[in-house]
């Protein structure tokens, strides 16, 4: 990805297939989101969401909790910052304070794209950046309506369909 400064324009690139209608059991990350960036994320298991057919990049849509639904700010790639080798999906539920849900099961409504995954020379150039995505996200979901729980019903894992 190129080198980026948080002033990026955000929701300009369309991409297809969206809404996606997203479901998995919460697994371990690497545990950056808390610790280095102050946004604690929740990764979905690889072997429930289609990550591989997703673009990389930010995205912001709805999640579902034991029942509560919370807006949601998403990364779905490679971390290039980290370097990760594996593709992951990560959702931050915005106002979620509680405790890890890991082995839970999360569902996700993902509405729209943010912006292209990019490398930050700095650590605070990428934290000033999701600041900036979770904003976006706040905004632009606060346009529209909030989803009843019917709504994440089409949200399966990849997993169950096989």
């Given amino acids: ?27 371990k990350g690497f545990g950056r989101g808390s610790k280095d960036l102050g946004c604690p994320t929740a990764n979905l298991s690889p072997e429930d969401v289609d ?18 639904i919370f807006k949601t700010a998403l990364s779905v790639g ?9 593709k992951t999906f990560e959702a931050h539920l915005i106002g979620y304070d509680g405790q890890d849900f890991y082995d839970e099961q999360l569902s ?6 943010i912006r292209n995954e990019c490398s930050f020379s700095s650590l605070e150039g990428l934290v000033q950046a999701i600041k ?5 996200a706040q905004t632009e979901l606060d346009k529209g309506q909030v989803p009843d729980l019917k709504d994440f019903a089409n949200c399966v894992p990849i997993s169950s369909s096989s």
């Fill in 78 to 86: 490679w971390n290039p910052f980290y370097k990760n080798t594996c």
């Fill in 1 to 27: 990805g190129e080198e980026m400064s948080s002033h990026v324009e955000r929701g300009v690139i369309k991409v297809g297939s969206l809404p996606k209608h997203c479901s998995g059991k919460v697994v």
């Fill in 51 to 68: 990550v591989a057919s997703m673009e990389n990049g930010v995205y912001y849509g709805w999640a579902l909790l034991r029942g509560s």
């Fill in 132 to 136: 900036d995505d979770i904003t976006f």
């Fill in 108 to 113: 996700v409504i993902v509405v729209d794209y």
